[in-house]
């Protein structure tokens, strides 16, 4: 019924997916982030190959504004990378887990459209496209696990690994391209490793870490 809520119809129903129909007052914010078809994708991650999508793999339809921009993020809207293209990321250094890929239109002002914030908090004119998924999933079937902190790290990350077997690890940390920025050995201390990050720039990144029985986990880390 008209005036009613869509989330409390009862019964037997199924609801289509959405279009957007944006309705502006005149001089007001009119931008548009667009439509985009294409995936969902799943990448197997952590086996040293490039995991990149075909240039044509999402098409975009109906954008609007006067500037635009690509947008990657983590399930919870904080901005992994802001790539040229969809294309140009390689995932297999993104570590395991759920990510998604929007289209970000907006006008000049637009604050917060960097790495490690959060897509939510944009503020300015500008419009999300709708989204989409990139699953990532461990090239090992072995369980491992790993306990970053603190988060973010000012100068040093510990890493828990308790689940590892062997003394030395191989530790590498790249930006959600995929380009490494440090990539060192470590040895295991009472279950743990240490990671000098001070020449590391501020942002988001993602520890790959493996041994060499195969075991490998990847974590995202914050250095501030």
């Known amino acids: 019924e008209a005036d009613g809520n869509r989330d409390t119809l009862e019964g037997c129903f199924d609801l289509s997916n959405a279009v957007m129909v944006v309705r502006s007052a005149e001089d007001e914010c009119n931008v548009n982030g667009g439509e985009l078809i294409g995936g969902p994708f799943a990448f197997t991650v952590g086996d040293d190959e490039a995991d990149m999508l075909e240039e044509d793999a999402i098409t975009l339809s109906n954008s609007q504004g006067s500037n635009s921009q690509w947008l990657v993020t983590d399930e919870e809207g904080y901005i992994l990378g802001l790539p040229s293209m969809p294309s140009a990321v390689n995932f297999d250094g993104a570590g395991v887990g759920t990510c998604l890929i929007w289209h970000l239109s907006y006008e000049d002002g637009l604050i917060g459209a960097e790495v490690g914030l959060n897509a939510n908090d944009l503020v300015g004119c500008y419009s999300l496209s709708n989204a989409i998924e990139v699953e990532r999933t461990a090239a090992s079937s072995e369980k491992t696990s790993a306990t970053p902190f603190p988060i973010p790290a000012v100068n040093t990350i510990n890493v828990s690994l308790t689940s590892f077997k062997g003394d030395n690890v191989n530790v590498t940390m ?33 520890l790959n870490i493996r041994n060499s029985n195969g075991q490998s986990v990847s974590k995202k880390v914050i250095v501030q």
């Open 174 to 206: 790249v930006d959600i391209a995929g380009n490494s920025v440090k990539s060192t050995s470590k040895k295991i201390v009472n279950d743990a490793i240490s990671l000098d990050v001070q020449t590391v720039p501020s942002g988001l990144y993602i």
